[in-house]
């Protein structure tokens, strides 16, 4: 469902020519949880883009208006990926361009750190029970396969 409601856009759900045709209930789940997720994406995911994350930055003009760039085209996109996964090569060579050493160390961190929470949120995101629930049932039905 995580990759229906994020790579998927809403006119080829709701298309009838879409190569899978999901229940009206899952339909709504996955709207509901895209625009969730897109939300946590804007305010978790992306906010170390949206401003300066160190305060011992040492070049607040360029910390404060590339970033904006990236969020911005990030946001034209109509994939969502709050969940995106950063390589470290990726944050060398991309972003080192884009932010002083202080707010490089500073985003990544609060990057990963918002990754974090916003996993600790998809089940609620898609209306199921807690991870330690869910990891209960699975494990509860792998023991009654034995």
């Given at each position: ?59 607040p ?21 709050p ?18 050493p ?45």
């Amino acid at each position: 469902m995580y990759m229906i409601a994020c790579f998927i856009t809403v006119d080829d759900l709701m298309s009838e020519a879409f190569e899978v045709q999901l229940s009206s209930s899952l339909l709504r789940t996955c709207l509901s949880a895209r625009t969730l997720l897109l939300f946590a994406q804007g305010k978790d995911t992306f906010r170390f883009l949206r401003e300066p994350p160190s305060s011992e930055c040492s070049s607040p003009e360029q910390c404060r208006i590339r970033p904006a760039r990236i969020l911005s085209f990030s946001l034209a996109r109509k994939r969502i990926s709050p969940l995106a996964y950063f390589p470290p090569p990726l944050w060398t060579e991309l972003l080192n361009q884009h932010f002083c050493p202080s707010c490089l160390t500073e985003a990544r961190r609060e990057y990963e750190d918002s990754r974090r929470r916003v996993w600790d949120q998809l089940p609620e995101i898609f209306g199921l029970p807690s991870w330690d629930e869910l990891k209960a049932a699975r494990d509860a039905d792998l023991a009654g396969r034995d």
